[in-house]
Every structure is written in C-alpha cells, then in structure tokens.
C-alpha cells in the first residue's frame, strides 16, 4: 500500500526549518505485516527532542529515515501471532521488547538487547524494513510521522478505543519516560523534595508523575518563562530560571539540597548542576541524551562521602504493557493531568514548522493529527 510519511535524508540542515525543509513530505510503498507485526492507522504522532536530535545530527541514525516514535493509532491488519485483531486501539512504545532476552526476563523490558540491536540498526524488531523497498528506515521501530505504519507487536499496548488518539500518542513517550521516571527511577516518595530541569513534555511529564506520588516539594526549572508558569499551574511549589544562579537559589529552596533530582535537557552542564543541588543522600535521576562523545565531570568523594546515587533511566525503567495502562488511569482519574501538555496540533505537511518551534523552546508537545 501507499503512505504519506515524513522521511529525513540529511541532516544538520539550518534552522528555521520552515526554511531548509530537513524533512520531506512524500509517499512511500509500504509492505504488509509480516508474521508478529501490526499495519497501524496513524491517529496522531507527536513531536519529541529525540526526533529533533535526529534531525540536528547530534542522534547519529541510519537514513533516510521516516521518522517520528511517539504516537497511537488502530490497527488494521495483523500478522499471524500478535495477540491483536483489526479495530484495536494501541500505543507505540519506542522500545519493542522482545520478552525472552537476559534484560527482558530480568524485568527490564526497555534495555532490551535485540530490541537496541534493531533501533540502532533502523529496522523493525523481526529484522528488515518495510519501507520503499527497504530502502527507508524506520526510525525505534515506529515511524510514526506516516499515515500508516508496520510495527512489531512488542511495539503496541492495547487502550481503550475512547481515549483520544492526541492524548494517547503522549504515553508513549513523554509520560512513560518523565512520569516513569519519578515512579521508577527516582522513587519519590511524599517526604521528598524533588527537582526538575527542564520542562518539555518529558519534564513537566515529571513534574506531574512526583506530584501524583505525593511529593512535599517540587521546584521546576527551565529557561523559558512560559514553561515556568505552565509549571506553577502543574502543581510546582516553586520555580526557578535556569543559568548559573540557579544552583545557590535551589539550595536555599530545599533548605541545602533535594532529595530527589531529574534532568531532562541532555546537556552536561545542566547534568551537572543537577547533581550539585541534590542533597547528600540524594539521588539524581537523568533522562536526557546528550550527544555522543560528552563527558560529565563530577567531584568523585561525594559519591561516598554524601551518599550519593547518580542513575540514568530508559524509557522511565518502565514495562511499556504495565505502566501504560497504569499511568492511562491516572489518567482518567484526574491525577496526571497529561493533556495539558499539549501545545497545540499540526498537519503532517506543517511538521518543519512544528520543529522550529520545538527547537526555540515555544512549544511544550505539538502533535501531528491525522
């Protein structure tokens, strides 16, 4: 069949993206599903620093590439042994999990090996591609910036058929990495102080993860004014701006430091100051990816001498098929309140427009509605 899909062939193109137009807008043949894999109607895709980090070339990938990881939509054809029917309703996770590798069967589903093993290779967990004759690869196994796509169905988690698709979209990435975060990583608990650099949906996604799991204190930092505001509304006891005062100014908030800390900007410098505002016997959790080659310089007896944990976190160290249901009730229940992440929606033919704005820090979580 045919798909319209948003396909990089190079990268490090200038911005304003509305201008260099890094991705392009063509129509693509796309293969069925082959045994243990899903052809799913896209309802909606949003747009992720991970996307845009592809796109600058500081996320080395395979091209060209059809991009985009974080979406839902129905499925409409199955192969055989998916454990789905047509008419379903699924998120997109951007790690398929195999369930039979040493790190699935330890109970962590989002260090998969094969499952790394095909992302970084821009083909589905089976093997191969499905896209122009295998030509265009498929970017964490979703490709979602495409009217339809081929997936594994260690991709997919069923959700119920009335949530909607722009609001679904978001648990694929932004809630399950952010929200997991808190819950899995960091462990917050209701004593704790909790930090949070950086406030795109992954961060606010934080944000609002600790405040449901009770959180005493909650301090948000970001360099943009607006998203400080939209922090405040989120539950935020405090917020600061980030630069190179905002590491005296968090002390002094949490009284000498916070319990618990997340970094989600994937830069080093921001990654430091992170851990210099955790408090001894702290943890600090990151999640952001900078780009390959940095290094973090830390002062080396504080790990002991304070106690300190310092952990990265995949995916929020979640089980995609548990959390995603778990974090959907919350949900509904009122007590994460995801949908206000949502800065707006855009047409697929408007998604370079779309990253400009993710790029100048204007927008919070845009999604592609189809």
């Known amino acids: 069949m045919r798909t319209r899909a948003a396909v990089l062939t190079e990268t490090g193109r200038a911005t304003p993206y509305a201008g ?25 895709a949003g747009l992720c620093h991970s996307d845009l980090s592809v796109i600058n070339g500081s996320r080395v990938r395979p091209l060209p590439m059809a991009l985009g990881h974080e979406a839902a939509g129905e499925v409409v054809a199955t192969g055989s042994g998916t454990g789905f029917t047509a008419g379903d309703h699924v998120v997109l996770a951007f790690v398929p999990a195999c369930g039979e590798c040493a790190r699935c069967t330890a109970g962590r589903p989002a260090l998969c090996l094969p499952g790394a093993a095909a992302n970084g290779a821009g083909s589905l967990l089976g093997g191969g591609r ?15 910036f495409s009217e339809y796509a081929v ?16 609001i679904a979209a978001l648990f694929g990435c932004a809630v399950l990495t952010g929200a997991g975060a808190a819950l ?13 650099f950086g406030l795109g949906g992954v961060g606010l996604s934080a944000l609002l993860g600790a405040r449901s799991l009770g959180a005493r204190q909650l301090v948000a930092i ?3 004014p607006e998203k400080l505001a939209l922090a405040r509304e989120l539950g935020a006891t405090h917020t600061v701006l980030g630069g190179p005062d905002a590491v005296a100014e968090i002390r002094e908030l949490t009284g000498g430091g916070a319990d618990k800390v997340i970094e989600t900007a994937g830069v080093v410098p921001v990654l430091r100051q992170a ?52 974090f959907v009730d919350l949900y509904r229940a009122g007590n994460l309140p995801v949908d206000r992440l949502l800065s707006g929606t855009l047409a697929l033919d408007d998604v370079n427009e779309g990253f ?15």
């Open 184 to 196: 899995h990583s960091a462990k917050v608990t209701p004593e704790d102080s909790v930090a949070v």
């Open 275 to 326: 851990y210099d505002v955790t408090a001894p016997g702290g943890t600090t959790v990151t999640v952001g990816l900078p780009a390959p080659g940095k290094d973090l310089a830390l002062p080396a007896l504080s790990l002991v001498a304070e106690e300190r944990t310092l952990k990265g976190s995949y995916l929020g160290s979640c089980r995609p098929r548990v959390d995603i249901p778990r």
């Open 130 to 144: 499905r896209l122009d004759g295998r030509r265009v690869h498929h970017h964490l196994g979703v490709s979602a």
């Open 356 to 370: 400009d704005r993710l790029h100048t820090g204007e927008a919070v979580r845009q999604v592609i509605l189809f």
């Open 151 to 166: 997936v594994s169905a260690k991709s997919a988690v069923k959700v119920d058929s009335d949530l909607p698709f722009e």
């Open 222 to 224: 970001d360099v943009v």
């Open 20 to 44: 260099s137009r890094p991705l392009e807008i063509t129509e693509l043949e796309l293969d069925g599903p082959g045994p243990g894999e899903l052809l799913v109607r896209i309802g909606a």
